[in-house]
């Protein structure tokens, strides 16, 4: 099974350079990556099986991913 790649630099290219800035100047944006970043994580060893996770949570957990990408992604559209 081929898991796709979720980091904000591979989905956003575009914003490498925001993103970069945003981690180091504002603090609830580096908060919002790194939590993004945990979940992607767990999503991945999920979908990987290094883990075993009940569909319900690993959706719950998809969906906790795109509410942060989302709200990742607004600001770096105002930045």
């Given amino acids: 099974m081929?898991?796709?790649n979720?980091?904000?630099h591979h989905e956003f290219p575009e914003f490498n350079q925001q993103i970069h800035d945003l981690k180091i100047s504002n603090r609830h944006f580096h908060k919002?990556?790194?939590a993004y970043h945990d979940?992607?994580?767990?999503?991945?060893?999920?979908?990987n099986e290094v883990e075993v996770a009940t569909n319900?949570?690993?959706?719950?957990l998809k969906l906790r991913r795109l509410h942060l990408k989302?709200?990742?992604?607004?600001?770096?559209k105002a930045a």
């Fill in 56 to 60: 319900e949570h690993l959706e719950e």
């Fill in 39 to 47: 979940v992607d994580r767990v999503v991945r060893n999920y979908e």
């Fill in 32 to 34: 919002l990556f790194d």
């Fill in 70 to 76: 989302d709200e990742l992604f607004t600001m770096l």
């Fill in 6 to 8: 979720h980091s904000l």
């Fill in 2 to 4: 081929s898991i796709e």
